[in-house]
């Protein structure tokens, strides 16, 4: 059923699937709050994950310090995230989150253009930063810090590819992520975890952000070329800020927006123009 979608709409439906569901995972945070939603999310990924691919607790020693990487970084990644939108609009959160994946694919580069996509990400910052409203440093910080583990998190990805099977490795590291930030969530929230309305959205944010795009992405990327897949990734920022105005009634402005495109365009840009790898 999945294959009969156009890999291209798999991506869009994937990228409209993660953002709606950060979008309701925001309207938990009045109950649940940041910590508590991300604990759900993770916790019913994990469960999810682990009733699919049924993960040997076996682990090759050379896997196991990937599996625990990744695992630590998916968490922290998750937790700044939705600490980040807690303080700030969505869309200038996955903005700056975004940033993250940019380096990954600048870094190293000695050509002009890709100098280009690099300054107009600056710019797009910087405007951000400038345009007026409440802004949240923290949150802008908070954000950026997602950016980073993103950053790690790509990197990892590869290792966990070549040190595992099938999504065992990833159904691990989700384990791993969830018992890490749990805590944090009972911390927060208490039993108000516990309560049946808040587990069933939590149930659902969980699918939209992890089980549907993930299926989705990996569906597509057995179809279309790594490079075309990153340039449709980076309608992520834009797409989060429809989620934002269209879920939340979060507003933005103008200059905003402005901001936004500059990354989006940096990001497709520099994917787009990448050099292949050897």
């Not at 490079?227 to 934002?244: D, I, K, Q, T, W």
Request: aromatic share 6%; net charge positive.
């Amino acid at each position: 059923m999945v294959g009969a979608i156009p890999p291209t709409a798999q991506v869009l439906i994937g990228i409209v699937s993660v953002q709606v569901g950060a979008a309701l995972a925001k309207q938990l945070f009045s109950t649940a709050g940041a910590a508590g939603t991300v604990t759900l999310r993770l916790v019913f990924a994990a469960l999810i994950l682990v009733l699919v691919w049924r993960p040997s607790l076996r682990v090759d020693r050379r896997a196991l310090p990937v599996i625990l990487g990744y695992g630590v970084v998916l968490g922290v990644m998750n937790l700044c995230f939705y600490l980040a939108i807690e303080r700030i609009p969505l869309g200038i959160a996955v903005t700056v989150e975004f940033l993250g994946p940019l380096a990954v694919a600048l870094v190293g580069s000695r050509r002009w253009l890709d100098g280009l996509w690099a300054l107009l990400a600056a710019a797009g910052v910087v405007l951000l930063s400038q345009s007026g409203g409440s802004v949240s440093v923290v949150g802008l910080l908070l954000a950026l810090a997602a950016g980073v583990c993103w950053a790690g998190y790509i990197l990892l990805s590869a290792a966990l590819g070549s040190r595992t099977s099938d999504g065992s490795g990833l159904a691990l590291a989700t384990v791993v992520a969830g018992l890490l930030i749990t805590p944090f969530g009972v911390v927060g929230a208490g039993v108000d975890l516990l309560q049946p309305w808040v587990l069933a959205v939590g149930a659902g944010v969980a699918l939209m952000s992890s089980v549907i795009p993930y299926s989705l992405e990996l569906e597509a990327l057995r179809k279309i070329p790594p490079r075309v897949f990153g340039v449709l990734m980076s309608m992520e920022p834009a797409v989060a800020a429809l989620a934002g105005l269209v879920v939340l009634h979060e507003a933005l402005r103008p200059l905003q927006w402005v901001a936004i495109c500059c990354v989006v365009a940096a990001s497709a840009g520099a994917t787009r123009y990448a050099k292949p790898q050897p």
